[in-house]
């Protein structure tokens, strides 16, 4: 009888304690889960305001907080995602301000997540454009690299747009790759300025999705990219006036956009005097 006393003691003190520990182990589950979605925000607004200002020492910073993320947890998918990302961002600024050692750095650790990702996670359209960007960047660094990677970047886009029709990112690549593709191979001005339009409009429509869904983790790089790109198209089009009213929103929508304020506009303002006294 005291045996079995003690046993049913023993048992309904299982009982109360376990709840206690598994809730206690959802809250430490809770508090892991924010610090990371917390370094995952932080990294990616320290580099997409590194990018806009064109300040590698934000984008550097925002690339070490997603490292320290990836301590936290290495197979969380938006921490590689972003990884790759910020590597891109890194990339591109190495290669535009010719700091080879910059971009050595994260070419090929960057394009190995993006690539890991899009193995992984076939059904996720996002790290094909990231991929397909990536490839982009390697060709303007070497453009001899076009013969190798320059057909990927399209049939990545393509991939992604087989799994979300409405992914902006797969139109701004496609837009870009037809714009600077020749018009033997189904390239030309034309044909990048639709995509390129296609882009802005779904990225318009995509920012009114998330700015009522407040999810801060899912992809929302490349408005200012589709803006900037479809200026330039309609520079080589001749339509200026339709260029600087691209510019001009990008700075509206993005008043630090460095590029747009001491660039893009200067330059095109000029060409338009030159144009004039013509």
């Known amino acids: 009888m005291l045996v079995n006393n003690t046993i049913t003691k023993i048992f309904m003190l299982v009982i109360c304690i376990y709840p206690s520990s598994l809730f206690a182990q959802n809250m430490v589950n809770q508090e892991r889960n924010a610090a990371l979605d917390s370094l995952i925000c932080q990294g990616k607004s320290l580099t997409d305001n590194g990018y806009l200002t064109w300040n590698k020492d934000l984008m550097l910073q925002g690339y070490s907080l997603l490292q320290r993320a990836e301590k936290i947890s290495h197979e969380n998918k938006f921490v590689e995602y972003y990884l790759a990302f910020i590597g891109y961002r890194l990339m591109t600024y190495g290669m535009a301000m010719k700091e080879d050692q910059l971009y050595d750095d994260y070419v090929d650790q960057t394009k190995k997540r993006a690539s890991d990702l899009c193995d992984t996670y076939e059904n996720w359209s996002e790290p094909k454009p990231l991929l397909a960007s990536i490839y982009g960047i390697e060709i303007a660094h070497n453009w001899m690299k076009s013969f190798f990677i320059g057909s990927k970047s399209e049939k990545l886009a393509n991939a992604a747009l087989s799994i979300d029709s409405a992914n902006p990112r797969a139109y701004l690549v496609i ?86 304020k001491y660039s893009l506009i200067p330059q095109l303002r000029n060409k338009m005097a030159q144009a004039d006294k013509k």
């Not at 191979?185 to 920012?207: A, D, H, P, Q």
């Not at 983790?217 to 600087?244: F, H, Q, S």
Request: net charge negative; proline share 3%; charged share 25%.
């Open 175 to 260: 837009g870009i790759t037809k714009l600077n593709a020749p018009s033997i191979i189904g390239g030309g001005t034309k044909e990048g300025i639709e995509y390129l339009n296609m882009s802005v409009t779904l990225f318009e429509r995509e920012r009114q999705i998330q700015d009522s869904l407040k999810d801060d983790l899912r992809p929302d790089w490349g408005y200012v990219d589709a803006l900037t790109w479809l200026g330039i198209a309609y520079e080589k089009k001749e339509n200026y006036i339709g260029a600087l009213a691209v510019y001009e929103k990008a700075l509206q929508i993005y008043p630090s956009y460095t590029r747009a």
